[in-house]
């Protein structure tokens, strides 16, 4: 069975400061992990995927197979990074579709 | 916003009364996906279809039906036994299949309350 953890639900910190979500999963194969995001208001968008190893308003996410993580990281926090965070997963095996974790709403204060 | 589209967004029901709820997409889809979305429960996986005219149930199907007789069109009806209703509703649709994965799109939402 495939399963995604995110283990704070809520994460305040200052703008400027850097930002660690953190998502750990369990699948017993080679996965495909996500981040979405949903900001206020606004409809759940995809923000990385770690195939893509790309850099996404200053976001970046490592795939570390061995701790089974997936951690979200930003060196300086914005405002308007406020949003809800989810991690997904998809395995070789569930085809297209996605296991999310429970989420983790980030609030950046000014 | 487009593409994908969900209707009504508010929606209220009297205890015991099933409910459709409308998903549409004009992307070309050929996924489509229902979700259901509680705080602190992340987003559960009710049903998809990955062609039309075939569904697979989901994580949490109990209570819930589909159907898919149109490519752009997947709805979801909350029937009288689905013992706890309440909730946001998700619809999304991504391109394809075939083991590979893609990005999923996702509508506005659905609230249900059920009263």
């Known amino acids: 069975a495939q399963r995604v953890t995110q283990p704070e639900k809520l994460l305040s910190v200052f703008k400027g400061a850097p930002v660690e979500l953190k998502c750990n999963y369990s699948?017993?194969?080679?996965?495909?992990l996500f981040w979405y995001v949903q900001y206020s208001r606004q409809r759940l968008q995809l923000l990385l995927r770690?195939?893509s190893r790309e850099s996404i308003k200053g976001f970046t996410a490592d795939l570390n197979k061995g701790e089974t993580s997936f951690h979200l990281k930003k060196p300086f926090a914005q405002e308007e990074d406020s949003a809800m965070y989810y991690c997904?997963?998809?395995?070789?095996?569930?085809?297209?579709?996605?296991?999310f974790g429970e989420g983790t709403q980030l609030t950046v204060n000014p | 916003d487009g593409g994908i589209t969900q209707s009504p967004k508010y929606l209220f029901r009297k205890e015991g009364q099933n409910v459709t709820l409308s998903c549409e997409q004009n992307?070309?889809?050929?996924?489509m996906y229902w979700y259901r979305q509680d705080p602190g429960q992340g987003l559960r996986l009710i049903y998809y279809?990955?062609?039309?005219?075939?569904?697979q149930k989901g994580d949490i199907a109990e209570g819930y039906s589909v159907s898919r007789e149109k490519k752009e069109s997947f709805p979801l009806t909350v029937t009288s036994a689905q013992k706890n209703p309440t909730a946001f509703y998700l619809c999304?649709?991504?391109?394809?299949?075939?083991?590979?994965?893609?990005?999923?799109?996702f509508g506005p939402g659905t609230r249900l309350t059920v009263l």
């Open positions: 770690h195939i």
């Open positions: 999304a649709s991504s391109i394809p299949a075939s083991g590979s994965y893609n990005e999923q799109f």
């Open positions: 992307l070309n889809h050929d996924a």
């Open positions: 997904a997963l998809s395995g070789r095996t569930s085809g297209s579709r996605l296991t």
């Open positions: 699948y017993s194969g080679s996965p495909e």
């Open positions: 279809s990955q062609i039309v005219n075939d569904f």
